[in-house]
């Protein structure tokens, strides 16, 4: 081979190289672009990057969300919200600690037990119901066939609740209030509501139930009494929240405060003209057609989260019970509303 020849090979050889090595570079810059891109994402969280996920049960607690999602109110307020429906509270909290919820639409004790198996756990930004006595009804309903007329003699009563949950917080805190030993009852664990009324009917395994409406409704109507109202004890102890994923709330205070006013505006609707959503409303509180006309739109409260009273005497009954082993504070459980009020 010939210089000339030699000296024009090399030249290809090394425009070759230089082309690949450019091309690396360029993907290695891109790649690298596109990786810090991904990374701040992640890292802030932010709810426009994808749908903010709440969980939520069929039940009248989780009314207002539905609300904000079919008037339009999330997306008005810059949020692409996702309301996810699940059977059970339990499934529910699965699928938040597996990462696939933002929020939850839940009460403080399963709130509690959240955090404590979770590294990102959640905050109440929101009262569901609870914000006064008349939201959120519960009954202590006896048998239609049982002596039992008065708080008094639930005494040595077989009660029918759902262990390690709300309903067995609210008997404990009703029979306080009321002056009735607890020692005296007989808790029953019956999780199933349509279980736990059946056997409140029959009057032999249990003589008293705890019940929530619409269910309390359906028992009064078959009969039962409702022995005691938390309606009519003059103190807030059922509750339910809406909460959000803390990393979502320290990494997008927007998110925060544009979810607040959404679901602030759904409350205000409701509360101005709740016929209008009558229709709505049997759809999504699942109400059964029985109790319809007898079970209406209740009212919510706006702007309204627990009060730290409410958070301390949840975390006490979740310490006795040897559900936590230390009480989480309010802050943990807890954003503020603006200005601190709470």
């Known amino acids: 081979m010939d210089q000339k020849k030699r000296m024009t090979m090399k030249r290809h050889i090394y425009m070759a190289v230089s082309a690949l090595v450019m091309i690396c570079l360029l993907a290695a810059c891109g790649g690298k672009a596109e990786s810090a891109g991904g990374k701040t994402a992640a890292d802030q969280g932010k709810a426009a990057d994808r749908p903010v996920r709440i969980g939520v049960l069929q039940i009248a607690d989780s009314f207002p969300l ?25 499934d529910q909290s699965v699928a938040y600690e597996a990462g696939e919820l933002d929020g939850m639409m839940t009460d403080m004790i399963v709130q509690s037990l959240v955090n404590k198996s979770s590294e990102d756990g959640m905050k109440t930004v929101a009262m569901a119901f609870g914000g006064d006595a008349s939201e959120g009804r519960f009954i202590v309903a006896s048998s239609p066939d049982s002596e039992i007329k008065e708080p008094a003699q639930l005494a040595g009563a077989r009660i029918g609740i759902s262990e390690n949950t709300m309903m067995e917080y609210l008997v404990g805190c009703y029979l306080e209030d009321l002056g009735v030993d607890l020692e005296s009852v007989e808790m029953v664990n019956i999780p199933k509501l349509t279980l736990r009324l059946d056997l409140l009917m029959e009057g032999s395994d249990i003589q008293a139930a705890i019940l929530p409406d619409p269910l309390a409704i359906e028992a009064e109507s078959r009969g039962c009494l409702a022995v005691i109202d938390d309606t009519k004890l003059g103190k807030n102890y059922s509750q339910s929240v809406i909460t959000l994923r803390k990393s979502l709330i320290e990494d997008d205070a927007g998110t925060l405060e544009a979810f607040r006013t959404a679901y602030n505006e759904a409350i205000g609707r409701i509360n101005a003209d709740p016929e209008s959503f009558l229709d709505l409303f049997y759809e999504k509180a699942n109400v059964a057609e029985p109790l319809q006309g007898r079970y209406t739109v209740p009212s919510y409260t706006p702007d309204c989260v627990p009060s730290q009273e409410d958070v301390a005497r949840i975390q006490d009954f979740m310490v006795n019970k040897g559900l936590l082993e230390e009480p989480f504070s309010y802050e943990d459980m807890v954003a503020d509303l603006p200005g601190g009020d709470a």
């Not at 996702?82 to 059970?88: A, H, L, R, W």
Request: hydrophobic fraction near 40%.
């Open 66 to 90: 539905y609300v904000a999602e079919e008037e339009g109110l999330f997306e008005e307020n810059g949020l692409d919200v996702e309301i996810v429906e699940f059977q059970s509270a339990s």
